[in-house]
């Protein structure tokens, strides 16, 4: 009898012990706000278009938060694009670059890699940074070392590149950061869906107002 | 279906065969083997020479008697129905004749004369027993909780796309047979096992190592054969309904018969499977990860003794599936539609001739259609999942023959003949093979065991293959066995990594083109002004070569005592030529064209462990555990050398890249390096009480790259959390074992991760079962 007595003992044991360890995983998502920051949640891009048909460019304003129409395309109304395949191609303002959107027109646009994380980033880089190492626009990764996202070979999904921020010179020559979250509706931390909806794009962005080149969003 | 049972009623039929097996002096030999050959049915004599085999059908039969110093013996008997027969039977005596004898009183299996158990890699038997224990109602679910097998989902091949894995090979390297015959039907190379209803299912066998000697091209990582009903007795009814979580209904009805005054004898089965399916994704706010389904099933069997000798079977299947799943991420919304159909048949001709030759005849047939699309229900714009006809023709003879008392030959010859007719691929496509094959199973003493085989294959495309595999086991003390086995397995191109032709436009733009197609393909592109970049790669895509894989197997059985048995076995597969994707170009919008390579050289390699142990009276606890290490021989290399993106690390907690080291790899995707379960089963005859409590375990696997891309799984990237599953279930039987109720319920505390979309929530089902006569 005391044998089975003991068995009992050690399977409640057991199975309490595994019950502690038994619950829900959940996905945990990284914290945008900051109290500095503009955090945009799923603002859709041309939604329901696909690679054949092609994808409509549209273009952000930092200072209204808002789309702008694309008739100001050759202002300094807006200060980034969203080209390409999924409106996925974050490109810049600049009258006097050829590769950007505003070519012709007055946007003094430039934009630069950091790697580092968003919140690490407090500071604009020199002049000559800007001039060494400008790109036009950032998407797809395939080895450039400056787009911000990847696609991972065996899931076919879109993964961003961690810790890589961009510093903008925006349309109107201030300076700011700029981090690209997801182009996946909801911005799941991890994308577990082929067909998920896309392009939806969650990112956030700090200007500094008083044109100096501090980036800093600590409090 | 009930005007059926009703006239089979009248027909119940049990004879019993008794006697006594004498020598020629007239003594008594105990310990001699009487068998009916046709069913197998038998045992051996006791002290005194006395043997009884009871619940025959009747008809006609041979009966055969092994005894040691004995002259073989086959002696015929007409059996009729409820007859008591005695029929005493006198053996020579043979000096030749002193090994000890083989008493298999396992029921002959006439869909395949190898016994799957009698393999040179290791095997394993789910009974019907188990699976109705568990409460399991598909073949996903069942195989789900066995050592080292897992269900896992395919992400980048669609939310449908879920198939088994075993000892860490995907889906696309198992072999599903069904009575012996392989079934088809694939999603990326993605066998859904769900589609298989556990109801009408005999036992389920598995090997688990390369069985290409045996069964051909596929089975690389093994073979899970599922055994529907092959011995009817006596006339009986069935009917079964369960109910339970997500709407779930499972319900059955099954009546079997024999006929002809025990000539002939039928089956017939039918399932009815509903679900709403689970959803694991909280972004979706309508539609399911496990999609929803209904599923039909009839299956059947029908034997008929042409004479003594000669013995017809039929065996026929068909199921059906049809799944809507609407899906919305708060707004966006698309439908996925399913609809497949899946037909087996087989005409088999037993001949089992006095001599103990045993030939086996068979026709197979099997036909799977699918039709799956995703529409985007804003813009109408439809997402071609997977949509293909597939034929499979297979003539097969089998022949098998016991020498010297010890010495078990099988051999076979036959053909097969595959088309394909797939809206990806153009045109339709064809394939055939040819194969023979022979297998050796040598008792050649009493403390060691030799199997051998080989396959010779010729494909009209791959030329031909010779598959040799050996095994050997060596019992030193009655306690311990000692085996070792090697075996070969090789997997010829499936028809989408030579023919598919496939951009994906809801998914990044990226083109995958078969290697058949290539040349072609990418010209068309370049002609459209489509492409950017053509990699050096490109001149080197040429005809795919046949994956192959080399299994080595060794380890031992342990039982000190008769309640308590231990199973090691440590495992190395070998994998040559593994076919990969790689980009081989860019269309100007910077998306990869992929294509197929025989690149890399994998390894699989660890250990099984399994044990059973009756702890008292009714209680069993059984456990396994799977240790693995799979990974590409390629990354370990490109590590090593630093070859471009390989040679870093990113450690985003640091922000630090560094030199990449061998130990910061992973392995592939999807494999956990620990697996174990344990199983609790209980039994309480008196009260006719039956309960198992079961406990899964899955260590963390790698979902995908994260951070930074590198080509391979790093401390860094996303792995799916480590966790545990609990089943259980209970089930009584009242009215004389006529009825039996059952409470089921899986994954016991509910444990959901999005990161595994194919794992449904808790379900509770509760079951009632009622049989006939």
């Known amino acids: 009898m005391t044998k089975y007595n003991y068995l009992k003992t050690l399977l409640i044991t057991v199975a309490s012990a595994l019950l502690i360890s038994s619950c829900t995983k959940e996905q945990v998502k990284p914290q945008l706000q900051d109290g500095k920051s503009t955090v945009v949640n799923d603002l859709p891009g041309d939604v329901g278009s696909t690679i054949s048909s092609g994808f409509k460019t549209f273009y952000f304003s930092f200072t209204t938060n808002a789309k702008i129409d694309s008739g100001q395309k050759k202002s300094s109304q807006w200060d980034i694009s969203f080209a390409r395949e999924y409106n996925s191609y974050v490109g810049i303002n600049n009258g006097t670059n050829d590769a950007s959107l505003g070519f012709g027109g007055t946007g003094k646009g430039s934009m630069v890699v950091v790697n580092k994380a968003y919140d690490q980033v407090t500071e604009a880089p020199s002049d000559n940074v800007f001039t060494s190492a400008a790109i036009t626009s950032a998407g797809w990764d395939s080895g450039n070392g400056s787009g911000w996202y990847f696609y991972d070979l065996k899931t076919h999904l879109a993964v961003p590149v961690k810790n890589r921020t961009y510093v903008l010179r925006t349309a109107d020559g201030r300076y700011a950061k700029l981090e690209m979250v997801s182009m996946y509706k909801g911005a799941p931390a991890v994308v577990t869906d082929l067909n998920w909806p896309a392009p939806y794009f969650t990112f956030r962005y700090f200007v500094e107002q008083d044109g100096s080149r501090n980036l800093s969003t600590k409090d | ?773």
Not at chain 2, 97 to 119: A, H
Not at chain 2, 326 to 347: F, H, Q, V
């Open chain 2, 1 to 773: 279906m009930l005007l059926y049972i009703n006239h089979i009623q009248a027909q119940s039929s049990s004879a019993q065969i008794q006697g006594t097996v004498t020598d020629d002096k007239g003594n008594a030999v105990a310990g001699a083997a009487v068998t009916i050959i046709q069913t197998g049915q038998g045992g051996a004599t006791t002290e005194k020479g006395k043997y009884t085999i009871s619940n025959i059908t009747a008809g006609v039969y041979h009966i055969r008697v092994n005894a040691i110093g004995y002259r073989s013996m086959v002696v015929k008997a007409i059996l009729k129905t409820n007859e008591h027969l005695v029929l005493p039977i006198s053996v020579e005596s043979d000096m030749n004749m002193l090994n000890e004898v083989n008493i298999n009183t396992k029921k002959y299996n006439p869909d395949n004369l190898i016994d799957l158990q009698r393999t040179p890699m290791p095997s394993m038997v789910i009974t019907r027993k188990q699976i109705e224990q568990m409460g399991s109602r598909r073949l996903d679910e069942v195989l789900k909780e066995q050592t080292g097998l897992a269900i896992v989902n395919d992400i980048g091949s669609g939310a449908r796309a879920i198939g088994l894995q075993m000892q860490g090979f995907d889906s696309g390297y198992t072999m599903i047979l069904i009575d012996g015959q392989p079934m088809t039907g694939r999603n990326s190379g993605n066998f859904d096992l769900s589609r298989i209803t556990v109801a009408n299912i005999e036992r389920i066998e598995i090997i688990k190592g390369a069985s290409s000697c045996l069964f051909g091209s596929d089975a690389m990582a093994g073979v899970v054969n599922i055994v529907t009903r092959q011995h009817v007795s006596q006339s009986q009814g069935m009917a079964g309904v369960r109910y339970g979580t997500f709407n779930t209904v499972d319900a059955n009805l099954e009546g079997e018969s024999p006929f002809a005054n025990g000539k002939g004898s039928g089956y017939i089965a039918g399932n009815y499977y509903r679900t709403d399916g689970f959803n694991a994704n909280p972004y979706l706010s309508e539609g399911k990860t496990v999609p929803p389904y209904t599923s039909y099933t009839i299956q059947g069997r029908a034997k008929y003794m042409l004479s003594t000798v000669n013995t017809l079977n039929f065996t026929g299947r068909f199921a059906s599936r049809h799944s809507v799943n609407d899906k919305s991420y708060t707004g966006s919304p698309t439908t996925d539609k399913l609809d497949e159909d899946d037909l087996n048949g087989s005409a088999v001709l037993n001949t089992n001739l006095s001599s103990g030759l045993r030939i086996k005849s068979q026709y197979y047939l099997t036909r799977y259609a699918t039709g799956q699309n995703i529409t985007d229900l804003t813009s109408n714009q439809v997402t071609p999942g997977n949509n293909f006809t597939q034929y499979l023709h297979r003539g097969e003879v089998q022949a098998s023959k016991m020498w010297f008392n010890s010495l078990t030959v099988t051999s076979g010859i036959g053909t097969q003949y595959e088309t394909m007719d797939n809206d990806a691929f153009p045109g339709g496509k064809h394939q055939q093979n040819s194969f023979l094959y022979s297998q050796g199973d040598w008792k050649v003493s009493n403390k060691v065991g030799v199997i051998g085989g080989f396959r010779l294959e010729h494909h009209s495309r791959y030329g031909s293959s010779l598959t040799p595999s050996f095994g050997i086991n060596y019992q030193p003390l009655k306690m311990l066995v000692l085996k070792a086995a090697i075996a070969t397995g090789f997997k010829t191109p499936d028809f989408r990594q030579l023919y598919l032709v496939f951009t994906n436009f809801a998914g990044g733009g990226y083109t995958v083109l078969g290697t058949e197609q290539f040349a072609a393909e990418l010209k068309k592109l370049r002609d459209a002004g489509e492409i950017s970049a053509v990699f050096p790669n490109a001149s080197k895509v040429s005809a795919l070569k046949p994956e192959r894989s080399v299994s080595y197997s060794a380890g031992f059985t342990f039982t000190p005592v008769a309640a308590f048995k231990i199973d090691v076995n440590g495992f190395y597969n070998n994998v040559h030529n593994f076919i990969n994707t790689d980009q081989v170009a860019s269309k100007k919008g910077g998306q990869q064209v992929f294509t197929y390579f025989n690149i890399d050289k994998a390894f699989l390699s660890g250990l099984d462990v399994g044990m059973s142990w009756l702890a008292a009276k009714g209680l069993t606890i059984a456990a396994g555990y799977q240790l693995l290490y799979a990974k590409d021989r390629g990354v370990v290399d490109s590590i090593k050398a630093g070859t471009g993106n390989y040679a870093t690390v990113y450690n985003p907690n640091t922000s630090e890249e560094r030199r990449s080291k061998v130990s910061d790899y992973f392995g592939l995707t999807n494999r956990s390096r620990h697996m174990a379960n344990i199983r609790f089963s209980y039994e309480y005859e008196p009260k006719g009480i039956t309960g198992t409590f079961r406990v899964n375990y899955r260590g963390k696997y790698g979902f995908q790259e994260s951070n930074r891309p590198n080509g391979f799984l790093d401390p860094y990237d996303t792995y799916v959390a480590s966790f545990f599953l609990f089943n259980a279930s209970v089930q009584k039987t009242l009215l004389n074992k006529h009825m039996a109720i059952q409470l089921t319920a899986d994954n016991l505390f509910n444990y959901r991760d999005m990161l595994m979309p194919g794992q449904p929530g808790r379900m509770i089902l509760a079951g009632l079962k009622y049989r006939f006569f």
